[in-house]
C-alpha cells in the first residue's frame, strides 16, 4: 500500500542545523556544514512552572514542533500529534534509577511523570490547549521512518493534518554505554492530506534493508550520531527541490521507501 501525504511545514535542529530555513542551503549541499554546539532552548510557550520541569529531549521536541506549525499556518491547537523518540528523557531515567540505588529508593513525582515517553506529548498539548488525539511510539534505529509512515497512515486514514515529532538527544552516563548517541537531534513536519508548501511524500515499505545514504560532507558523521538523523537524506532531498527515491532503515530487513516529487 502506498500512502500519499504532503509536507505544510518542517522544523529542524541539529548541531549546526538551526531551523529550517538556515539548514535547507546546507542539506542541499550549496553551503559547507559547520557542526556547531546545540543546547535544546527552553520552551517560552509554556508556564514557568512547567518550563523548569523539561529535560533537553522534550525541550528539543518542543522547539521543532513549534517551527514547524508556524510555518505551516496551521493553528496548533487543531492538529492531532505523532511523537517519536529512540531515547526518550535519560537524563530523567538515569536519575531515577540512581534514586532506586538509594536506602529510602525514594522517587519524585515530577521525576517519574517527566519519565513515561509521552512526556513531549503531553508538554505540548499544555503548551497550545490542544486536547487532539495524540500518539508516541519508539522504534530504536528505524524511530524516524517509523513515525513518519505512522502519521502519514494518521493522514490517509483520516484525511486531517497531523504534526509529526521526532527527537532524541545523547544519554548520560553509564546509558551512554549500551545506547550510544552523539549530538542531539529533532525533525518537525505538519503533514497534510494534499500536497502542501513544503512538498509532497509518496511512502511504501520495502523489504529490503536500507543502503548507506550519500549526503554532502560533513553530515554523515551526523547521520550516524542521532537514530532520529536517519531523517538526513530525505531532508537533503526536500532541500535540493528535485525528484527523488530514498530509502530509510526501519528494521534490520525492512525500509520505508520515500518518494519526494519535484
Given at each position: 500500500m502506498t500512502l500519499a501525504v504532503g509536507i505544510a511545514g518542517i522544523g529542524l535542529l541539529g548541531p549546526g542545523l538551526a531551523g529550517w530555513v538556515q539548514a535547507a542551503p546546507v542539506l542541499a549541499g550549496r553551503v559547507p556544514h559547520e557542526a556547531a554546539?546545540?543546547?535544546?532552548?527552553?520552551?517560552?510557550?509554556?508556564?514557568a512552572t512547567e518550563r523548569r520541569r523539561t529535560g533537553p529531549s522534550v525541550r528539543l521536541a518542543?522547539?521543532?514542533?513549534?517551527?514547524?506549525?508556524?510555518?505551516?499556518?496551521?493553528?496548533?491547537?487543531?492538529?492531532?500529534?505523532?511523537?517519536?523518540?529512540s531515547n526518550g528523557e535519560g537524563q530523567v531515567?538515569?536519575?531515577?534509577?540512581?534514586?532506586?540505588?538509594?536506602?529510602?529508593?525514594?522517587?519524585?513525582?515530577?521525576?517519574?511523570?517527566?519519565s513515561v515517553h509521552n512526556a513531549a506529548a503531553g508538554y505540548w498539548g499544555i503548551a497550545v490547549g490542544s486536547?487532539?488525539?495524540?500518539?508516541?511510539?519508539?522504534?530504536?534505529?528505524?524511530?524516524?521512518?517509523t513515525g513518519l509512515l505512522h502519521a502519514a497512515a494518521?493522514?490517509?486514514?483520516?484525511?486531517?493534518p497531523v504534526l509529526f515529532v521526532a527527537?532524541?538527544?545523547?544519554?548520560?552516563p553509564p546509558l551512554d554505554a549500551l545506547r550510544p548517541t552523539s549530538a542531539p537531534f529533532a525533525i518537525a513536519m505538519v503533514l497534510t492530506p494534499a500536497?502542501?508548501?513544503?512538498?509532497?511524500?509518496?511512502?511504501?515499505?520495502?523489504d529490503l534493508a536500507a543502503p548507506p545514504p550519500l549526503l554532502p560532507p560533513g553530515l554523515d558523521a551526523l547521520h550516524g550520531a542521532n537514530p532520529v538523523a536517519r531523517a538526513l537524506p530525505l531532508l537533503a532531498a526536500l532541500a535540493a527541490g528535485g525528484a527523488a527515491e530514498i530509502l530509510l532503515p526501519m528494521l534490520d530487513d525492512a525500509s520505508l521507501a520515500v518518494t519526494v516529487a519535484a
Open positions: 554546539p546545540l543546547t535544546p532552548p527552553a520552551p517560552a510557550m509554556l508556564p518542543l522547539a521543532v514542533a513549534a517551527e514547524a506549525v508556524q510555518d505551516s499556518g496551521v493553528p496548533p491547537e487543531e492538529l492531532d500529534t505523532v511523537f517519536a523518540s531515567i538515569t536519575s531515577i534509577l540512581e534514586a532506586l540505588h538509594t536506602p529510602d529508593g525514594a522517587i519524585s513525582p515530577t521525576q517519574f511523570h517527566n486536547s487532539r488525539p495524540s500518539v508516541s511510539l519508539g522504534g530504536h534505529d528505524g524511530v524516524f521512518a494518521q493522514v490517509v486514514a483520516g484525511r486531517r527527537h532524541d538527544v545523547p544519554l548520560p500536497t502542501g508548501t513544503r512538498g509532497a511524500l509518496r511512502l511504501e515499505q520495502r
